[in-house]
């Protein structure tokens, strides 16, 4: 990658991570943002479901859409894994 797109790319994953900050609805702190080439990464928990499409589309407004890559979970999701890991564990076995 030469200079000026590496700047760039640092210029835009500044941009996200500036722009996701200043949302008060989203916990950004709980939100890691990179970047790949021109690929944005967000990963981390939002609290809804709500707040992952508002995360996405913040990045997607900066980096566009075909650019960024959803790899967050929301607390439903979290806790519906929880309880299918919970119900497929054998009977008296606790993880």
Do not use: C, W
Not at 79 to 87: I, K
């Amino acid at each position: 990658m030469n200079v000026e797109l590496e700047f760039l790319a640092h210029d835009q994953l500044a941009r996200v991570r500036t722009a996701m900050s200043a949302e008060p609805e989203l916990e950004a702190s709980s939100i890691a943002v990179s970047m790949v080439g021109r690929n944005v990464f967000l990963q981390g928990y939002v609290s809804d479901y709500g707040h992952r499409v508002k995360a996405t589309a913040i990045a997607a407004m900066i980096a566009g859409p075909e650019n960024v890559h959803d790899r967050l979970r929301d607390v439903e999701e979290v806790a519906v894994t929880s309880l299918v890991l919970e119900l497929s564990l054998p009977e008296g076995q606790a993880h």
